[in-house]
């Protein structure tokens, strides 16, 4: 039995928290923490008869020391970081000096520049390693459950996979003209950026949103999908070893990207701050507090969510395909934790990532992503945690 702290009180963590409650045999004690602790007694209260013990704390995680004293205090074996990228380094550095495992489910990216890559964190593996600590990366579901994935189609399903793409739907209904699943200024600098792909060992960029096709998804059906670039690319083009191409795909509403045009176009999607009535605003942070809070999404939320990745490769000599996905519903997320499928297709794999590594099957010193351990008891814990996968070995592929 173990204690973890879990700094975050958004929409992902309201889910990991509820989780953690459900398996208090692995959570015996939890801490809640980010820099309103009345975030994290609204979801302390939300949770109905835990049988986890769970008390919360105000941190600033931008502060390692903050941080380093709140680990001091509360004594946990874990920290799972729901918080935002930018914590990352500072919260890593904390795990450090206390002698902490370490879990996130989104690559480091500085405040200042819109640009996500590995390499400032993959840059701790001698620490971590040297610390007999284990820090696991982007346990969420794209990135995350998407590489647990490819390590099971690599050990179980093919020789060699070629190729890779994977899809993300949306066909959820909020019944606004225009919000973001997940933190507003997050999801825009992803979206606003140049898309790129990997085919045969090199990088192509592309403009956003530039590239479009149609796909047919089980259980939800055909949708506009556009190829864009994400933080698990990276990672799977190097782990997945003889790869010749990985896609990423997300499904885009007409609507959705009309609004995101004429905002990007009058400027307020821009992180630059500029002087308001004596005020320096980033017009970012000024669009992110007038939509709705993601979290305020989830009693609105209708329809379901398909994330998956379709194979191609070799098994036996003989050219093979093999898709795996999951299908989540929000209402049905909704009624079992208060929250969209959005945050619960992320919070569910964190909190399984954290299973894993205090229960022993994913422990090991250094810094890794989701693909580098053994995917079996993680896919087992899936199909018993609500997101169930699904298997087809002839599906459409994508053109
Ligand atoms: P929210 O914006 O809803 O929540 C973020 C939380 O972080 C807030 O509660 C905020 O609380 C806290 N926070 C922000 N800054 C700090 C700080 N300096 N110190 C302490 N706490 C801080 O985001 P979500 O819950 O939607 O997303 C959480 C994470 O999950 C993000 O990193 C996101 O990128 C990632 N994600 C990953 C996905 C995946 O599949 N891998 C998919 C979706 C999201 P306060 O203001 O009180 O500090």
């Known amino acids: 039995m173990a204690k973890a702290l879990i700094i975050g009180a958004g929409g992902v963590a309201n889910v990991v928290v509820h989780k953690c409650c459900q398996h208090p045999d692995v959570f015996e004690e939890i801490c809640i923490a980010s820099r309103t602790q009345s975030k994290c007694e609204a979801i302390r209260a939300s949770v109905k008869d835990p049988r986890t013990k769970i008390t919360t704390a105000s941190v600033d995680a931008d502060v390692a ?20 990228p930018y914590q990352d380094l500072s919260i890593m550095d904390a795990c450090l000096a206390t002698g902490v495992h370490y879990l996130d489910t989104a690559n480091y990216e500085p405040p200042e520049v819109p640009h996500f890559e590995y390499s400032w964190q993959w840059a701790y593996r001698e620490r971590f390693r040297k610390a007999g600590l284990t820090a696991v990366l982007g346990s969420g579901f794209d990135p995350g459950v998407t590489g647990v994935f490819s390590a099971y189609a690599l050990k179980h399903q093919f020789d060699r996979i070629d190729s890779l793409d994977i899809l993300d739907a949306n066909a959820g209904d909020h019944g606004y003209p225009f ?7 997050i999801n825009i600098r992803e979206i ?3 898309g790129s792909y990997f085919d045969g060992g090199k990088w192509i960029g592309t403009e956003p949103l530039a590239v479009r096709k149609t796909y047919d998804f089980p259980q939800i059906g055909p949708k506009d999908i556009y190829l864009l670039h994400h933080e698990e690319l990276e990672s799977l083009a190097q782990n997945l070893p003889g ?8 499904t885009f509403s007409e609507k959705y990207l009309t609004h995101l045009r004429v905002l990007e176009n009058v400027g307020m999607t821009s992180i630059v701050p500029i002087e308001i009535q004596g005020q320096m605003i980033a017009p970012l942070h000024f669009l992110k507090a007038v939509l709705p809070d993601p979290a305020s999404l989830g009693p609105r939320t209708k329809g379901k969510t398909n ?6 490769g070799v098994k036996d000599g003989k050219p093979k395909t093999y898709y795996l996905y999951n299908v989540c519903d929000h209402q049905a997320c909704y009624a079992e934790v208060g929250s969209q499928a959005i945050s619960y297709t992320t919070g569910v794999p964190a909190m399984i990532g954290a299973m894993m590594v205090l229960k022993g099957p994913w422990r090991k010193p250094g810094v890794f992503n989701v693909e580098e351990f053994d995917p079996d008891p993680f896919m087992e814990q899936l199909n018993l945690c609500g997101l169930p996968w699904v298997e087809d070995f002839s599906p459409v592929l994508v053109d």
């Open 65 to 84: 020391d903050e941080v380093v004293a709140l680990i001091r205090r509360f004594q946990p074996q874990i920290v799972i970081n729901v918080a935002l």
């Open 243 to 250: 790869i010749q191409r990985i896609r990423f795909w997300m």
């Open 307 to 312: 994330i998956g990745c379709i194979y191609q």
């Open 179 to 185: 919000a973001t699943n997940f933190n507003p200024e």
């Open 192 to 194: 606003t950026a140049k």
